[in-house]
């Protein structure tokens, strides 16, 4: 598969890594805006994005009118995911977006949702989300969290939606915190006077992101349309 790198940082490197272990060629290797890249003339099965958040829209929406497929991990950038949706089906691309490409954040993700529909109505409890992150990290809070954040406000009636720091009863509150060399630890609790109850996930590297990712990539190759992480997990395991 010939795949063109969106961002060559720390993640894209992870990823190249990866790639070239499962027989993957690196066509190209992006670390500024896609218009500087005659794109349109190349070879490219696949792009996959891990950025910066301002530059995420742009060089994916291009791919897309270029009729190259994307798979996107860049976090920050979720204000235009709607309009990068319509461009991809109005292109007749593909895409898949995931906030953690990592097989056990997205296990991770399932135990959540178990476990938010558990405690619902379980007013004695209050719930809060920690991330802990490299210094270098641009934005906070992390998709993941995020991510967490949705699925509990899905499951749970008295939530609404999530807050950094200091949140309303009807929000969760997200603390974030940023520590040299973290590669990404996520943790949900729920605490009572009486007790506490805590699910965490523990990033010990970058690999597994990365080899999500390069695994989505596998699985979007021929496809058209829009797809989730879960898309892909549920058609290998
Ligand atoms: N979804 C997931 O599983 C994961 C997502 N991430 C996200 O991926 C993104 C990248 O993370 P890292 O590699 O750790 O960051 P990084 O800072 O090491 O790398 C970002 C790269 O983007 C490049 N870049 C800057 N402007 C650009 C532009 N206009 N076009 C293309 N590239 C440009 C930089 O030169 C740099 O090489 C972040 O948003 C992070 O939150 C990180 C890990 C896992
Ligand atoms: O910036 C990172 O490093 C990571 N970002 C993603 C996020 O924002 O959730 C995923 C992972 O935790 C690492």
């Known amino acids: ?20 272990n499962r027989d993957h060629e690196i066509v190209l290797k992006i670390e500024e805006d ?6 349109d003339k190349m070879e490219i099965d696949v792009a996959i994005d891990f950025s910066v958040p301002k530059a995420a829209f742009k060089n994916i929406t291009t791919c897309f009118k270029n009729n190259i497929p994307v798979v996107c991990g860049t976090t920050g950038w979720l204000d235009d995911y709607e309009k990068a949706v319509e461009i991809c089906k109005k292109e007749d691309s593909a895409f898949i977006y995931a906030s953690n490409f990592s097989v056990g954040v997205n296990l991770f993700f399932e135990l959540n949702k178990k476990l938010a529909k558990m405690m619902n109505g379980m007013d004695d409890y209050a719930v809060e989300i920690e991330e802990i992150h490299h210094t270098q990290k641009q934005d906070a809070p992390s998709g993941t969290a995020i991510s967490l954040a949705q699925q509990i406000v899905t499951e749970n009636v008295k939530k609404n939606s999530w807050q950094l720091d200091h949140a309303a009863a009807d929000e969760i509150p997200i603390k974030a915190k940023r520590i040299e060399d973290v590669p990404g630890t996520h943790t949900v609790s729920y605490k009572s006077k009486i007790d506490s109850i805590e699910i965490m996930h523990t990033a010990n590297s970058r690999q597994g992101f ?3 990712a390069v695994i989505a990539a596998e699985w979007l190759k021929d496809k058209k349309g829009i797809f989730t992480m879960q898309d892909v997990l549920s058609s290998q395991f």
């Open 1 to 20: 598969m010939k795949i063109a790198l969106l961002g060559y940082g720390k993640m894209g490197k992870t990823i190249e890594e990866i790639a070239l």
């Open 210 to 212: 990365a080899l999500g």
């Open 34 to 39: 896609i218009d500087t890249y005659e794109i």
